[in-house]
């Protein structure tokens, strides 16, 4: 018995080891590697790229097969509103710079992560036989055509995917069906190790439940749980940082993303995972195994690690087995495309008292202005596009966003974890607006495409059902959610109105593309001004 004990005790060091070697210390060097180039980089080398976030058309869309039931006769805005004009602007061949990966290099790293994962079964397997342990065993593969592959190849400065993208189509599929061969932490929740330090209210982010999910063909998700009902509205007195984190917001993001044509989303599924099959048969690791439990009604349960320490986290269980939940793809490691993430100049304040500077200081956009990277390129009509995004989601809790560092201050900003969103149908949080009503700024591109949404030909409520309406979890939103956002749009309408009537379209709307395809402004000219 000892010995066994000692053999897993091995597998389990060799394994961690092997995560030093391969993910925390190429990690630490693309850390030091981004520190250097962001000294080196002055603002004098910035330019605001002539077509910078837009791409090539596509006209297909992410709902595959028919509508579901109710929606087949107000169908296809979704398919009109892609074979508009508007979402026909082009972007310049992509170079090699402009990729964030190269094929050969992509393989490279699929190659080394397929005999990474062959070292650890045969360790994994030969101490689990000694320890009398049954090991599920997967036929796994090794496919240079797989879409996880094809999405990551296709990550370039203007965006995570484009358009006619047909992997992206893909990858949602394969990750609605495709077997879970092994389930983890995180690299975050690893790092914290199930320490919860409860003074903090946000951090560290152990408390949360999800979890990392590896599918036969090496592709990677970040699995959130459901947590709370549909239709379950977050009480008044919940602040937004300890709030649930919802599956559902998650995987309506990522549409409302696609729709707004930003593509800073990764893809994410819904899909009812078997958390006894294909979460607890499938963990390798002894520390997840251990939060598993069967409760009294027999369903299989799993809670965060730090259950007992932080009172507001409580177990979430299947029924008996299947539990919904949001799958993220996973963007490529950090060894081979590291990023940074940075404070969001509009962060809130993570305590129950506490005041940030923009939210006490009308003219605190004037000072973000002259700071860099701010003061020049387009990052900060980045962080107004964010801000408008996150408040038709109503997301209060974007700490951080991230960059790729390969790209510099010239790419495009990533919107990671939205699961703090559509929380309240009832009410509008107009301080997350506060970047763009601080600043009065607004890209040519993004304005023009809210106002398309808010015309009935397309509506943002109904594009946004009919694109959710391909997911496996329909209805992802309950319809009050969904009108909330035709709500919020007029409501960013006239924020934008204001910031006109008062300082005029020159200075207000920033032209970021050199010209539309076809005179797209006559359509929805004006509309700012309903
Ligand atoms: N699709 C993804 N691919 C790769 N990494 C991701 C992805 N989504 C999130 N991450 C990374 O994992 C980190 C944690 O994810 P996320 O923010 O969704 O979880 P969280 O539990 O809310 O964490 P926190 O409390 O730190 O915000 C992110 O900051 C990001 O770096
Ligand atoms: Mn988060």
């Known amino acids: 018995m000892r010995r066994d004990r000692f053999l897993l005790a091995a597998t389990l060091t060799a394994i961690f080891s092997a995560d030093l070697y391969f993910v925390l210390l190429p990690k630490l060097r693309g850390v030091r590697r981004t520190q250097g180039l962001s000294c080196s980089c002055g603002s004098g080398n910035l330019s605001l790229p002539a077509l910078e976030g837009l791409a090539t058309p596509q006209l297909s869309n992410w709902t595959r097969g028919p509508p579901p039931p109710g929606l087949a006769a107000g169908g296809r805005k979704l398919e009109k509103l892609f074979a508009h004009p508007l979402y026909d602007i082009r972007t310049p061949a992509l170079g090699p710079e402009e990729r964030l990966l190269q094929t050969e290099q992509l393989l490279d790293y699929y190659r080394r992560k397929v005999s990474r994962w062959e070292r650890h079964m045969k360790l994994y397997s030969e101490a689990a036989a000694v320890a009398n ?17 094809k999405f990551h190849v296709g990550i370039n400065r203007y965006a995570l995917y484009s ?31 199930g320490a919860c330090d409860c003074t903090q209210v946000v951090k560290p982010s152990g408390h949360h439940l999800k979890l990392a999910l590896k599918m036969h063909n090496f592709a990677k998700v970040m699995f959130k749980p459901m947590r709370q009902q549909r239709d379950e509205e977050t009480p008044d007195d919940v602040f937004y940082f300890v709030d649930f984190q919802r599956h559902n917001a998650e995987i309506a993001a990522s549409h ?34 251990a939060v598993f439990f ?13 259950l007992y320490v932080c009172k507001t986290e409580y177990a979430v269980c299947g029924s008996p087995d299947l539990l919904e939940g949001s799958l993220s793809a996973y963007l490529p490691g950090l060894s081979i495309a590291p990023r940074l993430s940075i404070p969001n100049p509009w962060a809130r304040s993570y305590t129950f008292t506490g005041r940030e500077e923009w939210e006490v200081n009308p003219f605190y956009c004037d000072t973000i202005k002259q700071m860099y990277p701010y003061n020049s390129g387009n990052r900060l009509l980045n962080i107004i596009d964010m801000s408008i995004f996150d408040f038709l989601i109503g997301n209060m809790d974007r700490h951080h966003y991230e ?18 969103g559509f929380g309240k149908h009832s009410r509008d949080e107009m301080s997350i607006l506060a970047p763009l009503s601080q600043c009065c700024l607004i890209k040519r591109s993004t304005l023009l495409r809210l106002q398309l949404l808010a015309q ?15 997911d496996p979890l329909w209805p992802v939103l309950t319809e ?13 309408l006239r924020a934008v109105q204001r910031c006109v009537r008062r300082l005029g379209e020159d200075e207000v709307i920033t032209q970021d593309f050199v010209k539309p395809a076809v005179r797209a402004q006559t359509a929805t000219e004006g509309a700012a001004s309903r």
């Open 163 to 193: 358009r006619d993208d047909p992997a992206v189509v893909r990858l949602l599929g394969d990750m609605q069906s495709m077997a879970v061969v092994s389930a983890d932490y995180t690299q975050d929740e690893k790092a914290l190790k």
């Open 294 to 306: 069967t409760s009294p009604a027999n369903n299989t349960c799993f809670f965060a690690k730090c």
């Open 133 to 149: 342990v049954t090991v599920t065993k997967h036929k796994m593969i090794y496919d240079r055509d797989a879409s996880w592959l």
């Open 480 to 492: 009050p959610h969904l009108l909330a956002l035709d709500r919020r749009l007029q409501k960013v």
């Open 403 to 420: 960059i790729f560092t390969k790209f510099g201050d010239e790419g495009f900003i990533l919107h990671l974890d939205n699961a703090r």
């Open 456 to 470: 009935p030909e397309f509506q943002l409520s109904d594009v946004m059902r009919e694109s959710l309406g391909g």
């Open 256 to 289: 409302l993303d696609r729709i707004l044509d930003f593509r800073r989303v990764p893809p994410v599924a819904g899909r009812r995972v078997n958390v006894t099959g294909e979460v607890l048969q499938v963990a390798h690791n002894e520390d997840l195994r």
